[in-house]
C-alpha cells in the first residue's frame, strides 16, 4: 500500500534551514501532483509549495516565497522540501501529500495520500 514517510524536521534559531525529505513507496512521484503542507494546532492546513514535475507549474505560499524550494528526486523517489532563513512564523508540522490523478491543485481535500508528517519550530 502507497506510503509516505517525511523526515529532515527539527528545531531550529531563526534564519536557520532545513531540508525536509519524503519518500514514498507502492507510488511513484513523477505521475502526480505533489506537494508540501504545514499545520499549526487549532489551524487550517495550508499549502506551502508544490509542483507536477521538473517542467510543470510550481506553487509557493507567498509567505515562504524565495525562501523555500520544492524539488524531487526521481530515481530516489524523493520529494524535497529546502527551507531557508527560517522564521519563527514557519513553525508546524509539515506534510508532504499526492493529489488524485490528473489532479493540479493546493487544496487539502484534493490530496489522497499523506505522510505523518515532521514537525519544524523555529525560535
Known amino acids: 500500500h502507497v506510503q509516505l514517510v517525511e523526515s529532515g524536521g527539527g528545531s531550529v534559531q531563526a534564519g536557520g534551514s532545513l531540508k525536509l525529505n519524503c519518500i514514498a513507496s507502492?507510488?511513484?512521484?513523477?505521475?502526480?501532483?505533489v506537494a508540501w503542507f504545514r499545520q499549526v494546532p487549532g489551524k487550517e492546513r495550508e499549502g506551502v509549495a508544490a509542483?507536477?514535475?521538473?517542467?510543470?507549474?510550481?506553487y509557493y505560499h507567498p509567505s515562504v516565497k524565495g525562501r523555500a524550494t520544492i524539488s524531487r528526486d526521481h530515481a530516489k523517489n524523493t520529494l524535497y522540501l529546502q527551507l531557508d532563513d527560517l522564521e519563527p512564523d514557519d513553525t508546524a508540522k509539515y506534510y508532504c501529500?499526492?493529489?488524485?490523478?490528473?489532479?493540479?491543485?493546493?487544496?487539502?481535500?484534493?490530496?489522497?495520500?499523506w505522510g505523518q508528517g515532521t514537525q519544524v519550530t523555529v525560535s
Open positions: 501529500a499526492v493529489a488524485q490523478r490528473g489532479v493540479c491543485s493546493i487544496f487539502p481535500v484534493d490530496f489522497i495520500y
Open positions: 507502492d507510488l511513484t512521484f513523477s505521475f502526480y501532483y
Open positions: 509542483t507536477r514535475g521538473d517542467t510543470g507549474p510550481t
